[in-house]
């Protein structure tokens, strides 16, 4: 295995507040990593710092060996990480199938006049955007409603799009944010299976935040524990991560 992921030393505070402190982290191909704690710990700031959403006070983060702090979310998204937002971001006015292909314009290798005239790349481009938007509608489930608003689909149905969405630029690295989010047992049973599948699919790798400690349990080989920005502990053995006491008391024990 080699190592996909490396944080190192990330401090990223607003103002005052130091939402993470510290922080590291080493991610192996392949293997899926969960980061849980109390809301407000800091877990959503370190995806948006991975993504170039936020450039941190210090630290860095090597992807594949290069540094991501300072360069742009649409480069980074471009280099092979994929994400999902807590709240759902999709557009709400196209069908899901446009949703997914506009998330997959990284593939356009057409010029501009090419655009403008339909001609020459432009229309094998597109096609192919479109039959790989569909093959993964297909694979998250949606095939049947790609016509379909994207705000009128019921919720469990907009994160898989928006998995989908992650997916449609060819990601190494799938980064989500409360994938089990307002879902009940039933459905994060289905989320499990489906990220498992994906994951094989498309040898990713994962790194999720998540609240659901059974789907936690079932998915990730291992488990940091994120408090006030800092690291309260970290295990593959979600076990003894249940028994640490530091985390009952700042986490577990209050559900
Ligand atoms: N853009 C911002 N400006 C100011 N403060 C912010 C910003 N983003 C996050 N914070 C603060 O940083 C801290 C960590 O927030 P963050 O969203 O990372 O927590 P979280 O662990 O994802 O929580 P939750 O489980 O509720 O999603 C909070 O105190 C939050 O208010
Ligand atoms: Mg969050």
Same mark, same amino acid.
């Given at each position: 295995?080699?190592?996909?992921? +490396?944080?190192?030393?990330?401090?990223?505070?607003? +103002?005052?507040?130091?939402?993470?402190?510290?922080?590291?982290?080493?991610? /192996?191909?392949?293997?899926?990593?969960? !980061? *849980?704690?109390?809301?407000?710990?800091? %877990?959503?700031?370190?995806?948006?710092?991975?993504?170039?959403?936020?450039?941190?006070?210090?630290?860095?983060?090597?992807?594949?060996?290069? /540094? !991501?702090?300072?360069?742009?979310? $649409?480069?980074?998204?471009?280099?092979?990480?994929?994400?999902?937002?807590? =709240?759902?971001?999709?557009?709400?006015?196209?069908?899901?199938?446009?949703?997914?292909?506009?998330?997959?314009? %990284?593939?356009?290798?057409?010029?501009?006049?090419?655009?403008?005239?339909?001609?020459?790349?432009?229309?094998?481009?597109?096609?192919?955007?479109?039959?790989?938007?569909?093959?993964?509608?297909?694979?998250?489930?949606?095939?049947?409603? /790609?016509?379909?608003?994207?705000?009128?689909?019921?919720?469990?149905?907009?994160?898989?799009?928006? *998995?989908?969405?992650?997916?449609?630029?060819?990601?190494?690295?799938?980064?989500?944010?409360?994938?089990?989010?307002?879902? =009940?047992?039933?459905?994060?049973?289905?989320?499990?299976? $489906?990220?498992?599948?994906?994951?094989?699919?498309?040898?990713?790798?994962?790194?999720? *935040?998540?609240?659901?400690?059974?789907?936690?349990?079932?998915?990730?080989?291992?488990?940091?524990?994120?408090?006030?920005?800092?690291?309260?502990?970290?295990?593959?053995?979600? /076990?003894?991560? %249940? %028994?640490?006491?530091?985390?009952?008391?700042?986490? !577990?024990?209050?559900?």
């Amino acid at each position: 295995m080699s190592r996909i992921l +490396g944080i190192s030393n990330l401090t990223m505070a607003f +103002g005052g507040v130091r939402a993470v402190q510290q922080f590291d982290l080493l991610l /192996e191909e392949g293997g899926v990593h969960g !980061l *849980i704690g109390p809301n407000g710990a800091g %877990k959503t700031t370190i995806f948006n710092v991975v993504t170039g959403i936020y450039r941190p006070q210090s630290g860095s983060v090597l992807f594949e060996g290069r /540094e !991501l702090v300072g360069r742009r979310p $649409f480069d980074i998204a471009n280099a092979g990480i994929g994400r999902t937002f807590q =709240n759902i971001r999709l557009f709400p006015n196209l069908s899901a199938l446009e949703n997914v292909i506009i998330a997959g314009h %990284k593939d356009a290798s057409y010029g501009m006049l090419e655009a403008l005239t339909h001609l020459g790349r432009y229309g094998r481009v597109v096609r192919a955007q479109r039959e790989h938007a569909r093959e993964l509608l297909a694979i998250v489930g949606l095939d049947a409603r /790609e016509k379909e608003r994207a705000g009128s689909l019921p919720y469990g149905l907009q994160r898989r799009l928006e *998995i989908a969405r992650a997916l449609a630029i060819r990601p190494r690295l799938l980064l989500l944010d409360e994938p089990a989010a307002g879902m =009940n047992e039933e459905e994060s049973v289905a989320l499990v299976n $489906f990220i498992r599948e994906i994951r094989r699919r498309f040898s990713l790798t994962i790194f999720m *935040i998540e609240h659901h400690m059974d789907v936690v349990t079932s998915l990730c080989d291992e488990i940091t524990v994120l408090n006030f920005g800092k690291i309260l502990a970290r295990s593959s053995c979600m /076990e003894e991560i %249940k %028994k640490n006491p530091s985390v009952v008391e700042a986490y !577990l024990g209050k559900e």
